[in-house]
C-alpha cells in the first residue's frame, strides 16, 4: 500500500490510475484530482482559480451569442 500525500488515502499500487514517477520514486494519489494538486506549481492558485477562468471565458461566450443572435438564442434547423 502507498499514501496519497494529498489526502493521506490508502492507494494501492498494483492496478494504479494515478501516479507519479518522482526522482527515483514513485507517488501513487487516489484521484487525478489529487494528482493535480500534486502536480500544480506552486503560485498557480487554488483549484478554484480554474474554474473562474473558465466561468469567464462561458461568460464571454455567452455575450457573443447575444451581440450576434439577439436575445433570442440560435435555433436549430
Ligand atoms: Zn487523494
Not at 527515483?24 to 477562468?53: D, F, N, Q, V, W
Not at 455575450?63 to 433570442?72: E, L, P, R
Request: hydrophobic residues 25%; positive net charge.
Amino acid at each position: 500500500m502507498a499514501k496519497d500525500p494529498i489526502c493521506g488515502m490508502d492507494v494501492k499500487e498494483e492496478g494504479a490510475l494515478h501516479f507519479l514517477h518522482y526522482e527515483h520514486e514513485t507517488i501513487y494519489l487516489c484521484s487525478k484530482t489529487c494528482k493535480e494538486t500534486y502536480t500544480r506549481p506552486p503560485g498557480m492558485g487554488k483549484p478554484t482559480a480554474k474554474k473562474g477562468i473558465l466561468g469567464r471565458f462561458l461568460e464571454k461566450l455567452a455575450k457573443q451569442n447575444k451581440q450576434n443572435y439577439g436575445d433570442t438564442p440560435p435555433k436549430c434547423h
